[in-house]
């Protein structure tokens, strides 16, 4: 948690932790009408109803502004904002500075909140004091092998325990008060993806650390093809191309792709070329992901997971080198909006976003 010099509202907030607090739940969306039918009857089932409710579209052309007002019935405190053509991150920072609560809860279209999901997300802010984040969790919602597959593979707490001290929530279930967004300088709106990681990193910053609500949980399905999961991760690499985040890791993945590439067009004239490229793809490419695969193939009871999670893994690989290799192109080309912007968002420079949208 931060402890800080706190301004007027935060210390009223401070000093009122153990009543009830208001919450605002902020979510983006484009084109999902059936996420946004998922999201809003989870949301009109909660057990701590939110104070207010705010949707911003970023210029749906479907059906899902029509779904949206169907509910505005049963959530009458529901707000639809709609900006066309702005990216996930300014949405979250346009629903974030329209909201009226104290605490802003996050969720994506596609989500199911169980039903005690926002009393559980909320619970630290009402019985702590100077609590200003909140990690919310999240689990599988397959209806697949290959979506199950997926995410026992990509999401954090699936197969291992996760470590609250080090855990950086996803917008998907996360929890935090609307003084710490303008001191983040909000959702860093020059980056398309991993904007919820980058959040993360200044809360860090800071010098803070969320709050961990396990029970805090929505249902969320993974990608249900092998196309959507390379689309996916190509984007989570680009967003990591553009920042360098874990970019040490990204660069020896990288490394041994090229690596085996180079052995494999080598392999047509020499022997030793191809007992060398063999031996790289058994030890970086499959040895490297065999006790995941071994670990999904017994919770799922099916021996076909194995092959499905090797797969997936080569997929995302491919996907994140790829991904990773245009990010740091356009960063490489464009230094002011990624580079320096990432280090001015960083040192907690009060160049802001949310100081510069309120300009």
């Not at 153990?18 to 999902?32: F, G």
Request: with cysteine; proline share 3%.
């Amino acid at each position: 948690m931060l402890h800080r010099n706190a301004a007027k509202t935060s210390k009223s907030y401070a000093r009122t932790a153990a009543r009830r607090v208001s919450v605002s739940v902020v979510l983006t969306v484009r084109n999902d009408p059936v996420g946004c039918a998922t999201v809003l009857s989870s949301l009109a089932s909660q057990t701590r109803q939110p104070d207010e409710i705010i949707i911003v579209d970023g210029g749906s052309s479907d059906a899902t502004i029509p779904i949206i007002r169907q509910f505005f019935t049963t959530l009458p405190q529901m707000r639809l904002m709609t900006t066309n053509g702005v990216n996930i991150a300014s949405g979250r920072n346009i629903g974030t500075r329209a909201a009226q609560s104290i605490v802003i809860a996050s969720i994506d279209a596609g989500c199911k909140a169980r039903p005690d999901w926002l009393a559980n997300l909320i619970k630290p802010f009402e019985e702590k004091e100077n609590v200003d984040a909140v990690a919310g969790h999240y689990e599988i919602a397959s209806q697949t092998l290959l979506e199950c597959v997926v995410g026992l593979a990509t999401m954090r707490g699936a197969l291992e325990p996760i470590n609250p001290a080090t855990f950086n929530p996803s917008a998907r279930s996360m929890a935090f008060t609307k003084s710490l967004w303008h001191r983040t300088g909000g959702w860093p709106e020059w980056i398309g993806y991993s904007e919820d990681t980058l959040f993360d990193h200044k809360v860090r910053a800071l010098g803070g650390h969320f709050e961990f609500a396990h029970d805090a949980k929505v249902d969320w399905r993974p990608r249900t093809s092998f196309r959507a999961v390379a689309k996916q991760f190509y984007h989570y690499g680009t967003g990591r191309g553009h920042t360098q985040i874990d970019a040490a890791g990204y660069l020896y993945t990288i490394r041994n792709v090229v690596g085996l590439a180079v052995l494999a067009v080598a392999s047509c004239w020499t022997a030793w070329a191809m007992v060398a490229m063999v031996a790289m793809f058994a030890y970086y490419f499959v040895y490297a992901h065999h006790r995941m695969a071994m670990a999904i193939a017994n919770k799922t009871g099916r021996p076909t997971a194995y092959i499905l999670t090797m797969l997936v893994m080569w997929i995302i690989t491919l996907g994140n080198c790829a991904g990773f290799a245009v990010g740091s192109w356009q960063r490489w080309n464009d230094q002011e909006r990624y580079k320096l912007r990432l280090e001015t968002y960083l040192s907690g420079s009060s160049t802001t976003e949310a100081t510069r949208a309120n300009a």
